[in-house]
Nanobody, 124 residues
């Protein structure tokens, strides 16, 4: 069992930044690859970013590459998503996920654990 709790969402103007956090508990955090996903109103959930168990490898969706950065601090059992140059189309509920060894970056997103989500709203 792994519990994931996201935080850091909010309302920002276009061009602004937010740092999302996902705190994990219940299992050995470093055993899991971690990822961020998002779901906009009326849209299907989509992959955003992933990071390996060691933090040495990252992967991003084309829509956020160059603007978002995923990182993790295993000592704090926390994964982060730094979101810069935010656009209105980034508005969505952002979810973190944990997968043993790997994160699914294509549907179906059959990851082992999911957080409850945090809302990011970007105004134009």
């Amino acid at each position: 069992q792994v519990q994931l709790v996201e935080s850091g969402g909010g309302l920002v103007q276009a061009g602004g930044s937010l740092r999302l956090s996902c705190a994990a508990s219940g299992r050995t955090f470093s055993s899991y690859a971690m990822g961020w996903f998002r779901q906009a109103p009326g849209k299907e959930r989509e992959f955003v970013a992933a990071i390996s168990w060691s933090g040495g490898s990252t992967y991003y969706a084309d829509s956020v590459k160059g603007r978002f950065t995923i990182s993790r601090d295993n000592a704090k059992n926390t994964v982060y998503l730094q979101t810069n140059s935010l656009k209105p189309e980034d508005t969505a509920v952002y979810y973190c996920a944990a997968g043993f060894n790997t994160i699914a970056t294509e549907p179906p997103y059959a990851n082992d654990y999911w957080g409850q989500g945090t809302q990011v709203t970007v105004s134009s």
